[in-house]
């Protein structure tokens, strides 16, 4: 079960995230206004693809059972749709800034990563 702050922190993240690609995709007013829409619905697929994978390697190590062949599947899942979602980005933003989007979300990936382990070492 979702503790009562988790909801603020996801918002807090999603809000730091947004402000992150707006500045790495130096997106104007127009620009931002199609990609929004889309990367939201692009990000609302990709967590219930986690969400399912999360689902099956449990229950694959509730049943005793590998999970890499499921792995494999939820892989190619995200794959297709990450292309999918790159062929969308093509319609609402010039070519460079659609295939910096990825790009830019591992490197607020990292950065959310750093931040962690820097607050966590502060505590130790």
């Known amino acids: 079960m979702a503790q009562p702050g988790d ?15 707006t500045k790495s995709l130096d997106l104007n007013k127009e ?6 829409p889309v990367y939201n619905t692009y990000r609302q697929e990709m967590n219930k693809l986690f969400k399912e994978r999360h689902a099956a390697r449990k229950r694959a190590k509730d049943e005793g059972s590998p999970s890499s062949v499921n792995g494999l599947n939820f892989e ?10 790159l062929s969308q980005f093509y319609q ?3 070519k460079s800034k659609a295939d910096r989007v ?3 979300e591992r490197e607020f990936r990292e950065h959310l990563i750093n931040q962690l382990k820097e607050r966590r070492e502060k505590r130790d």
């Open 92 to 94: 609402v933003l010039p």
């Open 31 to 36: 620009e931002a206004q199609g990609f929004w």
């Open 76 to 85: 190619t899942r995200m794959l297709e749709t990450k292309k999918r979602y």
């Open 7 to 21: 909801r603020a922190k996801f918002e807090k993240i999603e809000a730091l995230n947004a402000e992150f690609l």
């Open 102 to 104: 990825y790009p830019a």
